[in-house]
């Protein structure tokens, strides 16, 4: 049994933060980090039989095109993928009642639609990226028993390339769920890979007040391969999302508007026009499944 410390439930039978009950999420789940993101894409849904708001945590449930939908905003930054996926998890692989895992597993399939800068000159303002690997600069996955689920062998390479300061902790890299990438991929997406870093500002370079400990490491990272891919672009949940996913089982991709260009120093002067046009693409790829 686990302890009531350790899976905490609501005296309404919802899971503590995400203040949901078993049987309200579908098993496809679309996750963003700004809960105001979440109306802008179940607008676009047929019906909506389900909603709630908790923290940061917005869920909305319902239906595009016959398809049943979740669409959950986790906030900002891995900490925050911990709760999220722990409880996405929980809500569908343990009993409540008898606070045990439930002998049969559900894998979800779970697509983040979130925004991104990239590194890359020849990645532009407005594209799409989607990250076939992500590396994770956190910490946060190396709390878990990571067995065959991350890749010794390029966390050894990035590290080595970037010179990673042993006192920032060992990067972790994972990997998207092939056939999900696969599902999303077209000639309108770029493939790489993601860095998921652990803060905003100096942890992916930025200076205005405090000095940094590596002001190259943004050129490191741009000219980091493996195989066919290179990384492309730096964000805050990416590589926590897909190693969480990997341990609990589930299926996991990550897609990311490009709002920035570090290489280019250039921002967007319209950031909400290709989030917009990645949550039609993204929806109606889903649709097309059917």
Not at 194 to 209: A, D, E, K, L, S
Not at 238 to 253: K, P, Q
Request: glycine share 8%.
């Amino acid at each position: 049994m686990i302890p009531s410390s350790q899976l905490i439930i609501n005296p309404d039978g919802t899971i503590y933060h995400i203040n949901l009950k078993p049987g309200q999420i579908a098993n496809d789940i679309i996750t963003v980090g700004d809960p105001a993101r979440v109306e802008k894409i179940t607008k676009h849904f047929d019906s909506i039989e389900f909603s709630t708001v908790k923290r940061e945590f917005k869920t909305q449930t319902g239906y595009y095109k016959g398809k049943r939908l979740t669409v959950i905003s986790t906030g900002i930054g891995p900490d925050n993928i911990d709760i999220v996926f722990n409880e996405l998890d929980a809500l569908v692989n343990v009993d409540f009642n008898k606070r045990e895992i439930k002998p049969q597993h559900t894998a979800l399939n779970i697509i983040r639609i979130g925004t991104s800068g990239s590194i890359q000159a020849d990645v532009p303002l407005h594209s799409t990226v989607i990250a076939r690997k992500a590396i994770g600069t956190d910490n946060m996955l190396r709390s878990y028993i990571l067995g065959d689920k991350t890749d010794p062998a390029l966390e050894d390479a990035f590290i080595k390339h970037t010179n990673w300061a042993a006192e920032k902790g060992r990067p972790y890299a994972v990997t998207a769920s092939e056939e999900l990438a696969s599902k999303f991929a077209s000639e309108k997406t770029f493939d790489g890979i993601t860095v998921t870093n652990g803060g905003f500002y100096g942890p992916q370079g930025r200076v205005i007040r405090l000095g940094i400990q590596d002001q190259d490491l943004n050129d490191k990272l741009a000219s980091f391969e493996t195989g066919d891919l290179r990384v492309t672009n730096l964000e805050m949940e990416t590589a926590a999302i897909y190693g969480l996913s990997a341990l609990l089982g589930h299926n996991a991709v990550s897609l990311s508007a490009i709002i920035a260009n570090r290489a280019l120093e250039t921002f967007s002067d319209n950031p909400e026009k290709p989030i917009a046009d990645l949550i039609t693409y993204v929806l109606d790829k889903i649709a097309a499944e059917k």
